[in-house]
């Protein structure tokens, strides 16, 4: 009976050891335009679902700043074509780099969007 229970013991250390290593990449975190504007640094936890419910291209400057707010104010990335989004620490165990939400744009329209490490 002990070795049952060491072995139910050990397999729920190891579980919660895993889930507290990766526990951010599991939890999903659903985007929502009030939350993406005012919790600038979660965006990297919400932009998976952002991607997959929202179209991004073709949309207009005015369509993108209505659905996430003003792009962020720096020159990563930045060209006269784009928009660029602060997402947040890379996802991962080591996160040594920021991640950014680039949208690329041609009259006026989404043409290309990419998530880029700096």
Same mark, same amino acid.
């Given at each position: ?21 990766? *526990? ?16 600038? $640094? ?11 419910? =929202? ?6 400057? $005015? $369509?993108?700043?209505?659905?996430? *707010? /003003?792009?962020?104010?720096? $020159?990563?990335?930045?060209?006269? =074509? ?5 997402? *947040?620490?890379?996802? *991962? ?12 744009? /041609?009259? =006026? ?10």
């Amino acid at each position: 009976m002990s070795k049952m229970i060491y072995r139910f013991r050990t397999l729920f250390i190891m579980g919660f050891v895993l889930l507290f290593l990766f *526990g951010r990449n599991i939890l999903i975190h659903r985007f929502s335009s009030e939350s993406w504007k005012k919790y600038p $640094e979660k965006r990297v936890d919400m932009v998976d679902d952002l991607l997959s419910k =929202n179209e991004l291209m073709r949309k207009t400057k $005015e $369509e993108v700043i209505t659905l996430l *707010g /003003q792009s962020t104010d720096t $020159e990563y990335f930045k060209t006269e =074509n784009n928009m660029v989004y602060y997402l *947040g620490p890379e996802r *991962g165990l080591i996160s040594i780099d920021s991640e950014w939400l680039v949208l690329e744009m /041609q009259e =006026n329209q989404i043409t290309k969007v990419s998530i880029l490490c700096d």
